[in-house]
Each structure stands twice: as C-alpha cells, then as structure tokens.
T-cell receptor
C-alpha cells in the first residue's frame, strides 16, 4: 500500500469552518511536506515539517507530526472558498535519496 | 519568481506514436522529476535526474525514457504510446540538498490522451 495515505479522501465544509486532513505513513522519514493542487493544475508547496519537529505554523495552516504514530495532520483555520483544492502529503524517506513519496490526496470543498 | 513550464497543457496522440513531453525550469535546479497522476493513485514517480545526462528510474519507468541534455530541460519520452499511458503528467524541480529532499516546484501539467 501507499507510503502516505490521506484521510479523509474527500471533505466538504462551510466557509469559515476549520478543515483537518490526516496523513499516515509506514517507514521512517526525514521530513513530511504538504502540497495543494487546484483543479487540473500543478502542485504548490505549502509547508515542510522535519522529523524532529512536532508542530509548525504558516498563516492559517497548522501542521503537526507524530513520529511515534507515523502520522501528520494539516489544519486550515477559517476556511475560504479559495481553499477548495486537493491536498497531498509527501514523505522524504530516510532511505529515499532525493525522492518524495506522495499520498493519494484529500479533496477539500469549501461551500459558501 | 520560480517557474517550471511544460510544453503542452493538453495533448492527444494515437497508439504507437512516439511522444515527447518537455519541461523547462528557470531556477538553475539540479534535480528534476517526472510524475504521472491518476485518479485514486496519487502521484507516481516515473524518472528523475540529479544532473545533466544523469537519470534514475522511479517507481513506474516501464514504457518511458528520459533525456537531460541541458540543466534546465528534462524531457519525458513515450517510445510507443499506449492507451494505458493516458494520464496527467507533472514535471517538478528542486535544489539539491546533499541529503534529503525539500521543496519541489511543479509545472502546470500536461494532460495526455492516447487514442
């Protein structure tokens, strides 16, 4: 199965609410990254958290990492319609050289 | 501003044709990557390159080859296109870190249809 698996696969919330997406992985990592993809476009890097970090913030984004549970979460606070997109986690494996391993993504829809 | 461009946004080819997908980055990045993206499967790495004339197989290299003659350009080649290669193809680049990968910059993608 995939190294990185996002949960849920799809999420629909009202504008202004918070959105939480989760990512689980199987093998040891150096860092974990979150990317956003607007429909039919390329991916945009959002945030990177290293294996020795537990929490990181960037604007309305908050990422946590629990290496003991091999999981991460992405929280988007005060969601906006423009946050509608797919969100992917990507893991940099200890044994993975310069590669990232992407999960299948969470499709987030923000309803006005 | 960082920029990765791909030669086509949409491409339609016939089975058996040789297909070239071009990717150019203007950030002087050593690392470049080709992924394909399919519903339910996420992004899968086809090939990557650490430097000019260097290439490494990713997770799904079968049916593909690559070329990197110049630092800024990384080409993906489908030697004989098949219908199961219909997909979205994404190119990315990144700086070398001497260790673990950091941020990748993506192009807009090429949606290839093979009929």
């Amino acid at each position: 199965s995939q190294q990185g698996e996002e949960d849920p696969q799809a999420l629909s919330i009202q504008e202004g609410e918070n959105a939480t997406m989760n990512c689980s992985y199987k093998t040891s990592i150096n860092n974990l990254q979150w990317y956003r993809q607007n429909s039919g476009r390329g991916l945009v890097h959002l945030i990177l958290i290293r294996s020795n970090e537990r929490e990181k913030h960037s604007g309305r984004l908050r990422v946590t990492l629990d290496t003991s549970k091999k999981s991460s979460s992405l929280l988007i606070t005060a969601s906006r319609a423009a946050d509608t997109a797919s969100y992917f986690c990507a893991t940099a494996l200890i044994q993975g050289a310069q590669k990232l391993v992407f999960g299948q993504g969470t499709r987030l829809t923000i309803n006005p | 501003d960082v920029k990765v461009t791909q030669s086509s946004r949409y491409l339609v080819k016939r089975t058996g044709e040789k297909v070239f997908l071009e990717c150019v980055q203007d950030m002087d990045h050593e690392n470049m990557f080709w992924y394909r993206q399919d519903p339910g499967l996420g992004l899968r790495l086809i090939y990557f390159s650490y430097d000019v004339k260097m290439k490494e197989k990713g997770d799904i290299p079968e049916g593909y080859s690559v070329s990197r003659e110049k630092k800024e350009r990384f080409s993906l080649i489908l030697e004989s296109a098949s219908t199961n290669q219909t997909s979205m193809y994404l190119c990315a680049s990144s700086l070398p870190t001497g260790g673990f990968p950091y941020e990748q910059y993506f192009g807009p993608g090429t949606r290839l249809t093979v009929t």
